[in-house]
């Protein structure tokens, strides 16, 4: 059974920074791509960053392109995400999801998956403000 489990959210002041965290099981983690996607208050869901399991290929959205990083940790099934130079508009609950279908093209798991990806995690809950 898929699980993802967010953690890391919580309250940091304008211009502060933040790493998320995305402990995966359950599945195969070279088949699968991850990827981090939030939602503000109000808005829509969003894809921020997606990483391949298959070959740590990575995209960004250029929403956050130079202030958020992506990275994985192989041997603790982990996907992290760097947050830097954070403002009031990045208050949101901040979700990692998992899909084997996107694996070998991650930029359409964060453009498109936000509508069909398969496995979701809780979510976590980033502030901003001071």
């Known amino acids: 059974q898929v699980q993802l489990v967010e953690s890391g959210g919580g309250l940091v002041q304008p211009g502060g920074s933040l790493t998320l965290s995305c402990a995966a099981s359950?599945?195969?983690?070279?088949?699968?791509?991850i990827g981090w996607y939030r939602q503000a208050p109000g808005k829509e869901r969003e894809g921020l960053s997606c990483?391949?399991?298959?070959?740590?290929?990575?995209y960004l959205s250029s929403s956050v392109k130079g202030r958020f990083f992506v990275s994985r940790d192989n041997a603790r099934y982990t996907v992290y995400l760097q947050m830097t130079s954070l403002t009031p508009d990045d208050t949101a609950v901040y979700y990692c999801?998992?899909?084997?279908?996107?694996?070998?093209?991650?930029?359409?798991?964060?453009?498109?998956?936000?509508?069909?990806?398969?496995?979701w995690g809780k979510g976590t809950l980033v502030t901003v403000s001071s």
């Open positions: 999801a998992a899909d084997p279908n996107y694996v070998g093209s991650v930029k359409a798991m964060c453009i498109h998956g936000v509508y069909d990806v398969l496995n």
């Open positions: 359950g599945f195969a983690w070279d088949a699968y791509a």
């Open positions: 990483i391949s399991g298959r070959d740590g290929s990575t």
